[in-house]
């Protein structure tokens, strides 16, 4: 591999990396099933990384990534075709449009919950994230914590509220005045 393939190779990389949860999650919202989004973000990768020589420098990554994932998705569609749980593709055009349109909004909203959870004690920090990991037993980190079940939980909706008024204020900032 010569040096500029090397310094491509890992532009690709940094950037796939930075916009695959997006891309991820833009495929999820569009087939029936975890593992299908799976199978389809494999097949977007290859494609990205095959056509990323065509994609222009400054350009938005995002938006081309979500063009390649709808396409891939509706070719996987027509595969699936039979099969009676597949929306239309009208319909996926449609959610595929919408989804696009409200990413920017989900960026937002991202960006400023990690900000108002950066804002928590430590320790609050790192119980919330105990409680959202997958297969997180809640008693069990109620019983570490030193809280009944229904004590973490009531705690747990304080934590929620004080992310969602902070989220709230986060992007108030933002808006245009």
Not at 68 to 88: H, P
Not at 131 to 148: F, H, V
Not at 150 to 170: K, P, S
């Amino acid at each position: 591999m010569s040096p500029a393939e090397a310094e491509q190779h890992q532009r690709f990389l940094r950037t796939l990396t930075a916009h695959e949860p997006a891309v991820r999650a833009y495929v999820r919202r569009l087939v029936p099933s975890r593992a299908d989004a799976d199978d389809i973000m494999q097949e977007v990768a290859i494609v990205l990384w095959d056509k990323f020589g065509e994609f222009k420098e400054g350009a938005e990554f995002r938006p081309w990534a979500f063009s390649i994932a709808r396409f891939k998705v509706l070719s996987w569609l027509r595969d699936k075709g039979r099969d009676r749980l597949v929306l239309s593709e009208e319909v996926v055009d449609l959610i595929a449009e919408e989804t696009a349109q409200d990413d920017t909004r989900l960026e937002r909203q991202r960006r400023a919950l990690e900000s108002c959870t950066q804002k928590l004690e430590p320790d609050q920090r790192h119980l919330l994230m105990q409680a959202y990991q997958p297969a997180a037993s809640i008693q069990s980190i109620a019983t570490t914590s030193g809280r009944t079940v229904a004590g973490f939980y009531q705690w747990l909706h304080r934590i929620r509220r004080l992310l969602q008024d902070c989220v709230q204020r986060e992007l108030a900032k933002e808006e245009p005045s």
